[in-house]
């Protein structure tokens, strides 16, 4: 076999160097995709008033902790959003609110003969979640409607529904 001179490739640094490359672009859109997975899944839980609580209710620790190490939680953030069936005594007035619209609630207790009755708004400016049909009006005339309030307004106005008749006024 005759000798040969020595094959020269050219640009073979250029090429290690694009392959190189491709492989950072990949690794970054990879971090993008996971990056872009994590934002959308704490997004399901930004309704609730801080960013936090949704991260807290998922069990996510501080940064460098893994989520199996972060305490468990005993008891839900106060500030929570909740569905809170109320039946407010006027049926016709349930019948104009439609899911979406924003209500202030009013409790107004049983007074005894000749004094006013004394009026409380319980809950101011929450969102009504659903109205159920006409059907569910009780036989004293009130009806359902399906509010997203706090967790601690919630309590308040179960304790009013139980003490008075409650009625809403549209914000």
């Known amino acids: 076999m005759p000798p040969f001179a020595p094959l020269r490739v050219r640009g073979g640094a250029q090429r290690l160097r694009r392959a190189l490359w491709r492989q950072r672009r990949t690794m ?7 990056a872009a997975a994590l ?3 704490t997004a399901r839980g ?3 008033p801080g960013a936090s609580a949704g991260q807290e209710a998922r069990g996510v620790a501080g940064a460098g902790a893994p989520a199996a190490a972060a ?3 005993k008891h839900r953030s ?12 006027d049926a016709a007035t349930v019948r104009l609110l439609r899911p979406g619209d924003r209500v202030d609630v009013i409790a107004a207790a049983d007074a005894p003969a000749g004094e006013t009755p004394q009026a409380k708004v319980v809950a101011s400016g929450v969102r009504v979640a659903e ?14 409607v399906v509010l997203t309030v706090p967790r601690a307004t919630a309590t308040a106005l179960a304790g009013a529904a139980a003490n008075s ?5 549209l914000c």
């Open 71 to 73: 305490p468990a939680r």
């Open 28 to 34: 970054a859109a990879g971090l993008a995709v996971t």
């Open 46 to 48: 930004a309704d609730t």
């Open 78 to 89: 106060a500030n929570a959003l909740v569905s809170a069936p109320v039946r407010i005594a």
């Open 131 to 144: 109205v159920p049909g006409t059907g569910d009006d009780s036989m004293d005339g009130g009806a359902l």
């Open 165 to 169: 008749r409650l009625a809403v006024t």
């Open 39 to 41: 934002a959308a899944s």
